[in-house]
């Protein structure tokens, strides 16, 4: 992998989640990296990591990249508020995040860094998926915040 990992601020989320969820990255049937980037941070927690809002290091081999940009769709059953389209769904995320973290396309941080950033700014993370139902954001916010302390240690 690059000395440098460009990936969505929710795509590193989602790794710390995951973390916090037993951390067992698979490869997965679409064929995008979040095994091998995940991998990469766990293995180098200093990792430095760019923030990219379009097709980062985890989307590029993904059979949904289209020319850089995202094809699939994602479940509204349950969201019916939210965009259908995948790469909507994933910016309006992102934003939220960056918002909340104080980060803009293009900043490099160390995964430590980011993480640290997790954990001193997350807070209530209602808002960021408030397209969610309640008790799915709430179990996510649990595994964040063991995922969390996870990678940074006690």
């Known amino acids: 992998m690059a000395n440098v990992i460009h990936i969505k601020p929710h795509h590193f989320v989602d790794i710390i989640t995951g973390l916090g ?3 067992r990255f698979e490869p997965h049937p ?3 990296a979040v095994h091998t980037v995940a991998e ?3 293995s180098d927690r200093d990792v430095l990591l760019e923030m990219d809002l379009g ?3 985890i989307c590029k081999p993904c059979i949904h990249n289209i020319d850089g940009l995202c094809d ?3 479940d509204i059953s349950f969201r019916p508020t939210a965009p259908p389209a995948k790469r909507e769904w994933n910016l309006l995320i992102d934003r939220r995040w960056c918002e909340r973290l104080g980060i ?3 900043d490099r941080l160390a995964a430590r860094q980011f993480c640290e950033r997790l954990r001193d700014h997350s807070g209530d993370i209602t808002d960021i998926y408030r397209e969610n139902p309640a008790d799915r954001t709430a179990e996510r916010a649990v595994k964040l915040k063991k995922g969390i302390k996870g990678f940074l240690g006690p």
């Open 21 to 23: 969820a037993g951390g």
């Open 40 to 42: 990469c941070i766990m």
């Open 30 to 32: 679409y064929g995008h």
């Open 104 to 106: 803009r396309q293009g």
């Open 55 to 57: 097709a980062d290091d």
């Open 72 to 74: 699939d769709t994602i």
